[in-house]
């Protein structure tokens, strides 16, 4: 906060005086002179770690305070469970051969899970909008400008849906959305926040306890609390599996890992990442090549030892996680809950593990936008369990799909679809075959990009010079092309293809938002962390 930005940007300046004047009366806002103090509610008790209740400031909010509380829902209680940096290949269920998460596991084998999952942004923030507000970043705009949350779109997210219908809401862990107070009280119960940096948290007693299993112990107690007479919607979002990007010490320091899982994997050779070819890194474009997925590859696996101590660690981080989903598993069963029940597994984006010779994400290649997704349902029948579908799947659909299955009509803001049709083992004749994928909110070194990714195809744009320059493209056969290592943008091959692919993103584009060059022209929110 060293240099005053006002004079370079009068148009922002106009606008936030105005939203000023919204909230105060101007010929009454006087220099030394402050508002009169309105009296304070009455406040009744709250749970341990929820947010404090503020009254609300807007006509709708106080319309929704005063309003009688509806009838509760019938529907189940649900528990979605939320990793960080993780790839939708590193479960057992689905063909590791070295990661352990039997516990998971046993969530797929006896519910349902979605091999084609993706994420529309891959980054953390916004995954996580897109998961509560149930849109594209295009929708949402989170980060790509200023101020927290959408309002609106906080209003119509799973969670203030389902408090609305009497659910209790709970949101532990990581959260890194800036949410209002305002749409705070209207979404979170339960609201308490954990970060990493360091992973081991100091107890009262002393010890040191890992944020995966403090998480667990949150999760517990939250359940613990739970009436009995009133379904209940948790979130835990975990921190792991993300980097310790700060310390930089292969293994424990880079990838620190619960106490619980010590030793693991210890003996193990960890198979390399198959796309290690240098030859594919050195087709990327420049823009890639030094961009920060190369920056962080010489933070975690540029080097065969760096590789195998950070891979241990890593799926280390993975277990911790997975002995934490056996845990709430057997809470649910000793409170008789496990019936009624639905759990949810997923993450907030893929993840390079040395793969084109990057880390991270925040790219258009599948490493970046596959992520994991289980649902497990214990109401359905036993056909309908242990399947495994190939529809695309969004983050996105998860704000719908935990309204659906509470019995609630999906809010029409959201732009993703409840998957309940196709975990009840429905044939939907009109799923989608496409979606919007972009990253709009930090641009840096990873320039803003958008593109449609289809069945059969990978459409993507780099605005690297701007968007008032044409873009970087890229155009990727996936039937022919699987691991998208040739770009026919380059050979003007597919001309019809490519052709088809651009109109469908223009497409895409327009029916959620502003196109790039309006967003370009907006102050987004900087921050060096990526994360």
Known sequence: EEVNLATENPALVKDLSALLDKWYVPNE??????????????????ERGAAPARANGTPEARKQASAPARAKSAGPNILLLYADDQRNHTLGCAGHPIVQTPNIDRLAEQGVRFENAFV????CWVGRACLFTGCYERKHLYRATPGPLNPELCESSYFAVLKQAGYRTGHLGKEHVAISEASTAGMFDVRRKLGRNPYFKKQPDGSERHETQILGDWGIEFLKEQPKDQPFCLQISFNATHAEDGDKRPGIGHYPWP???????????MPLPRLN???IYEAQPDFLKQSINRQRFFWRWDTPEKYQTNMRAYFRMISGIDHVVGRLVAQLEEQGLADNTVIIYTADNGYYLGDRGFAGKWTHYEQSLRVPLIVYDP???????????????LNSDLASTMISLAGLAVPDAHT??????????????DWRTDFLCEFLAVPGTIPRWEGVRDTDWVYARYYVHG???????????????????????????NVPALKRMRARCDELVAAHGPPMQELTKQPARQRRDRR
């Open 29 to 46: 806002r006087q220099a030394g002179k402050a508002a009169p103090v309105a009296p304070k509610p009455d406040r009744k008790p709250r």
């Open 259 to 269: 106490k619980v899982t010590d030793g693991m994997y210890e003996d193990q050779e």
């Open 467 to 493: 968007a008032d320059k044409p873009p970087f493209e890229f155009l990727h056969d996936l039937k022919d092309d699987p691991d998208q290592l040739t770009n026919l943008v380059l050979n003007e091959e």
């Open 416 to 429: 993703g679809r409840s998957l309940v049709p196709l975990l009840e083992g429905k044939t939907v004749a």
């Open 277 to 279: 070819d240098p030859a």
């Open 379 to 393: 109401r359905l029948p036993e056909a309908e369990r242990g399947r495994v579908l190939s529809e695309l799947a």
């Open 120 to 123: 529309s942004t891959s980054t």
